[in-house]
């Protein structure tokens, strides 16, 4: 099992530019998290879906959009990058909404 | 004021001797309560929660959580250099489906 996965592992963008950041787990979770990371700041909630068909906004949502494709896939959207938008995204998925596994991360540098 | 605080650090530790970690949470709902190991450039690993008050052990980890005073800590014992990390704390605010994190506290296990 890959356990969860994430594209790409580093990206740039410049100002304006949109992009998605892909997530994948195969390990049949029901929950999945998208989270930034920066520095001092710990992981803060970006978007979160407790299960297939639902997403619900968490701590720091704008700005960003979210599509949970299927039970195994939740994709995060920008469709306007901004430089506060730097940060290092992990995804995240969990049997019972509390367990986390997480994803390698994705490290966003926006110009 | 934060809902979950840990101090920053850094915490040198010798090695061989004990790290004990703090978190103290806000909401007094909370149910559950997780630690993660996060190396630099890396994603966050479980490595232990706790659901009841008193103390969990795991190998070298121990988890103490103290509901009325509204705390849990992280105790390594015989502390290795590959311990050298950031610890983060997580609690399921409310018993919601989201957990909220801390800052984390990096540690450094000094030869």
């Known amino acids: 099992n890959a356990g969860v996965t994430q594209t790409p592992k580093f990206q740039v963008l410049k100002t304006g530019q949109s992009m998605t950041l892909q997530c994948a787990q195969d390990m049949n979770h029901n929950s999945m998290y998208w989270y930034r990371q920066d520095p001092g700041m710990g992981l803060r909630l970006i978007y979160y879906s407790a299960s297939e068909g639902t997403t619900d906004k968490g701590e720091v949502p704008n700005g960003y959009n979210v599509s949970r494709l299927n039970k195994r896939e939740f994709s995060l959207r920008l469709e306007s990058a901004a430089p506060s938008q730097t940060s290092v995204y992990f995804c995240a998925s969990s049997w019972d909404q509390e367990t986390q596994y997480f994803g390698p991360g994705t490290r966003l540098l926006v110009l | ?111």
């Open chain 2, 1 to 111: 004021q934060k809902e979950v605080e840990q101090n920053s650090g850094p915490l040198s530790v010798p090695e061989g001797a004990i790290a004990s970690l703090n978190c103290t949470y806000s909401d007094r709902g909370s149910q559950s309560f997780f630690w993660y190991r996060q190396y630099s450039g890396k994603s966050p690993e479980l490595i232990m929660f706790i659901y009841s008050n008193g103390d969990k052990e795991d190998g070298r980890f121990t988890a103490q959580l103290n509901k009325a005073s509204q705390y849990v800590s992280l105790l390594i014992r015989d502390s290795q250099p590959s311990d050298s990390a950031t610890y983060l704390c997580a609690v399921n605010v409310a018993a919601g489906n989201k957990l909220t994190f801390g800052g984390g506290t990096r540690v450094l296990v000094k030869p």
